[in-house]
């Protein structure tokens, strides 16, 4: 079986896949510090619940945005599987080419996204990742990567909100019923919601202009990014697993590795 690893700056998701088929997926927090024991424990924990045996991963990949807790991370999966993982980075076979000014710069989650979203949509397409960060990708006809822009996430501009205001409480993120609200909490998750709508809305018609990519499909991703593709026709296809979807792409491209 495969376990692939995305270490996003919020969680750490894992997935097992046996074949094509998904086995469990499962997260734990990234922030938290963790030796590699405490990995291992973790995993064998957490794939235990999902009534697996850490007996039958014979092949890991990773993705990571936080070098941080790489070390920690990888020496945990080696001691609990004995498989050495597929690093995502320089070298690595994704089938996405890299115009950008210094392709190093490009993380690693983006790099996976766009070469699921391309290998499964086809191109032009737009991903747009909904994580700590928000993301926006174009991915060319030919798999050219060109042109991509970063934005602050929803969570993070909420963290602004009631964090750096006397009197504004946390708040759950939800979709008010209205755009017409009057009570704080309401105005809150109105103004952070539909704001992020209308954000999302107009950056995939100016990228549509100045790229001439009127047919361009758009692709959303990431945990809230759901709430957003609900409520606009601008995104044609959300699709929570794309990372997942690409770690096992790149893993079955680059294997003989």
Request: charged share 25%.
């Amino acid at each position: 079986m495969l376990l692939c690893v995305d270490v996003g700056n919020t969680n750490t998701n894992f997935a097992v896949y046996e074949g094509d088929e998904e086995r469990a997926f499962f997260a734990v927090t990234t922030k938290l510090p963790r030796t590699s024991d405490e990995f291992s424990s973790v995993i064998r924990g957490l794939m235990h619940v999902n009534d697996l045996s850490v007996k039958d991963i014979d092949a890991c990949i990773v993705a990571s945005v936080v070098p941080g807790i790489m070390h920690s991370l990888i020496n945990g999966i080696v001691k609990l599987t004995g498989v050495t993982p597929i690093e995502v980075g320089a070298g690595l076979k994704t089938g996405v080419k890299l115009t950008i000014p210094n392709p190093k710069e490009a993380g690693a989650d983006r790099v996976v996204d766009l070469a699921a979203a391309y290998s499964i949509y086809g191109g032009p397409t737009m991903v747009i990742d909904f994580g700590t960060a928000t993301t926006y990708d174009l991915i060319e006809e030919d798999g050219t990567f060109r042109y991509g822009l970063t934005c602050p996430g929803i969570r993070i501009s909420a963290n602004a909100l009631w964090n750096d205001t006397a009197k504004l409480p946390e708040i759950e993120i939800k979709l008010p019923d209205s755009i017409l609200t009057g009570d704080t909490i309401s105005s809150m998750q109105g103004g952070l919601l539909y704001g992020c709508i209308g954000q999302t809305e107009y950056i995939i018609e100016r990228v549509k202009k100045e790229a001439g990519l009127d047919h361009m499909k758009v692709v959303a991703t990431g945990g809230l990014g759901r709430i957003i593709a609900d409520a606009t026709d601008k995104i044609d296809v959300y699709d929570r697993k794309l990372t997942m979807k690409g770690l096992k792409l790149l893993y079955h491209k680059n294997r003989k590795q």
